[in-house]
């Protein structure tokens, strides 16, 4: 079973920087993807961005270009960089693992842009 807990995000004006954090704990088989989602309210949860274990990355088009990846095969983490946030960034962010054994969801962070 694996858990995975987030840290950061918070309040930032638009323009602003935030990173988020993510922790995994326990034992995954064979893990495929590590990355984010995200959820505004009143809308479905959507992807923002996803590693592979070649360390690629893939991001939506909405945020390419501003926020970055780094995954740590190493200590089980994953770190997003978000930088230029826009009002429209505002959610609360999900760190998601894929592995053989399943999909595992964090608790989500809450990233809030705005003056």
């Known amino acids: 079973q694996v858990q995975l807990v987030e840290s950061g995000g918070g309040l930032v004006e638009p323009g602003g920087s935030l990173i988020v954090s993510c922790a995994a704990s326990?034992?995954?088989?064979?893990?495929?993807?590590m990355g984010w989602y995200r959820q505004a309210p009143g809308k479905q949860r959507e992807l923002v961005g996803v590693t592979v274990p070649d360390g690629t990355a893939n991001y939506a088009p909405s945020v390419s270009g501003r926020f970055t990846i780094y995954r740590d095969d190493c200590h089980h983490t994953v770190t997003m960089q978000m930088n230029s946030l826009r009002p429209e960034d505002t959610a609360t962010y999900y760190c998601?693992?894929?592995?053989?054994?399943?999909?595992?969801w964090g608790q989500g962070a809450q990233v809030t842009v705005s003056f």
């Open positions: 326990g034992r995954a088989s064979s893990i495929y993807g």
């Open positions: 998601v693992e894929d592995a053989a054994s399943g999909r595992y």
